[in-house]
């Protein structure tokens, strides 16, 4: 590539910076400074950093009852702009074996989706971008057998090791208190990280239900977060993936329908039924119950279920009791049907990377998200 070599090295880096990943993919083979440049742990961390500057983002749409793709909408246009098939032959499940819901999307973080597969009790972390998988080692550490709570597991990065990280809460099925069995309480937790490739026990304070229908997990900043209840105590659970520890916060209300995310991964929302409609809080500071703020009220609505989460210039997403998504602008009043075609109950943002799903000790300036 005789213009390649006519370009300056650094106007080259920030020429590909700014390119997409299936093209840096292609072109790792144009060279070998471009493959050892693209391919270098330094050069992956700022493409990721350009992509969050940029707010290069999609909205990817978990699926639906009986799908193995995944729907990816364009932040900007809310288009589906791409249908990303799962990863064979993880998700090939016997036609006759197979069950609604059987894929849950935990959660995404710097590009990077954890899945777990329901129907083998298997957890993975995909990269859509670069097609890579990974088959997350199931726990030895509790031999005698656990169930895993659908709705305890979280997915996020630390940042203090540089390191993805999965946390378990589970409810071993030698519980000697059968009255924890029935209700689902997490009794026991387990983290599994990356760079290491191994689960270990962490501890939990409290034993705790975690909401499995209408609040699944949200991660922001270092943190996941689970609405959770137990005898005399109602709140957020959330979890610090840097210090691994558990945080209670009480609730502002009872009532808390759902969880979301306020300016693109910054702060943790929540919606409070109110009458015919929502009340949006905030929570500023984790385990500190005196730290809500109330935002503001939506509706009265005469058929919303409830809200899903922020897009841009604080217009939001709601979902439709028949389980299509709209769009609702809090200033106007005015509601636009997105008209996808399927019945969504979770939003998540997505990020394409280049960050690799193998065991990697080093990753370079990727930032927390």
Known sequence: MMMAKELPEDLVTQILLRLPVVSLLRFESVCKSWYALITHQHFKGKHLLHNKKNSNNTLLLPLSTYDDVVPMLSYETLQVSLTQSLPPPYFVID??????????????????????????????????????TKVVPKSNMFPSGYHANLKGIGFGFDAKTNDYKIINLLTPYNNPDPKSIQSGKIIQSEVYSLSADSWKKVDIPLSVTIDRYYAPMIYINGMAFWRAYADDWEGVLSFDM???????????????????????????????????????WLLLEVGVKDSWSKLFTIGP????????????????????????MVLYDPSTKQMTDLLLGHSWSQLITYMETLISVKRENVFEEQDRC
Do not use: H
């Not at 819901?101 to 899945?115: A, E, K, T």
């Not at 609505?301 to 841009?312: N, Q, S, V």
């Open 95 to 132: 036609e006759e074996a197979r069950c609604p819901y059987s894929i849950i999307v935990v959660g995404s973080c710097n590009g990077l989706v954890c899945l777990f597969n329901n129907y083998s009790l298997q957890e993975f972390i995909w990269n859509p971008a670069t097609k890579e």
């Open 242 to 280: 840097s210090d691994e520890v558990f945080l209670k916060t009480p609730l502002p209300l009872l009532y808390i329908r759902d969880f979301f995310v306020l300016n693109e991964s910054t702060t943790l929302a929540v919606g409070v039924i109110a009458e015919d409609g929502f009340d949006i």
């Open 301 to 324: 609505f005469t058929d919303i279920m409830r809200p899903l989460g922020f897009w841009k210039n604080g217009i939001m997403f709601l979902e439709k009791c028949d389980g299509q």
